[in-house]
């Protein structure tokens, strides 16, 4: 069991802020229509193709059609924010999903690219406005990489997916 699934939103709690007066925004997961890029690191790139493999078969379950994804292959995660950053300004896609796997080695260099990567696409997605997922596995083991990206609901590339879609939709009903 993940972290995620220990700390999950109670629904029946959930339930009652939808049931109160209170404003609740959603985003749903409706993906029709919309454009969204994939930036796909070479660097652990099995990983990275398991992850892109999620989010071929989650398309189909959100209805977002494979001709409005597109991938861009980059050398890996320190290179992932700049091709984002100018996929975001083309206008031409809703959304970017920055996929990899940065895996701890012996060296201090797993820091520094992880969260030089992190910071990059987070940097992407304010100055643009356009949501860029971080679906870039940081992991201390190939072993805990290869648990992230099974062939089921639990791989973190169609999880990316579904943030995409769910983040584009709430932006717009702010808009």
């Known amino acids: 069991m993940t972290s995620s699934e ?4 109670d629904a029946e709690q959930f339930e009652l802020l939808r049931r109160s007066n209170m404003k609740v925004v959603e985003g749903g997961h409706d993906g029709a229509g919309l454009r ?71 060296t201090p260099h797993f820091e520094y690219v992880a969260g030089e990567a992190a910071r990059g696409i987070q940097n ?17 083991t190939a072993e805990q990489a290869l648990d992230r990206c099974r062939d089921d609901d639990s791989n973190k590339g169609a999880e990316a997916l579904a943030t995409a879609v769910e983040t584009i939709r709430v932006l717009r009903r702010w808009s």
């Open 6 to 9: 220990q700390t999950h939103i």
């Open 36 to 106: 969204i890029a994939i930036v796909a690191c070479r660097f652990n790139g099995g990983i990275t193709q398991q992850l892109l493999s999620g989010v071929l078969r989650r398309a189909t379950a959100l209805g977002v059609d494979t001709t409005d994804l597109s991938v861009t292959w980059v050398p890996g995660a320190f290179e992932a924010p700049v091709v984002a950053k100018k996929i975001s300004d083309s206008g031409s896609v809703d959304a970017v999903i920055c996929l990899g796997a940065v895996i701890r080695g012996d």
């Open 124 to 140: 992407v997605a304010l100055t643009t406005g356009v949501p860029v997922i971080f679906g870039i596995l940081t992991v201390d």
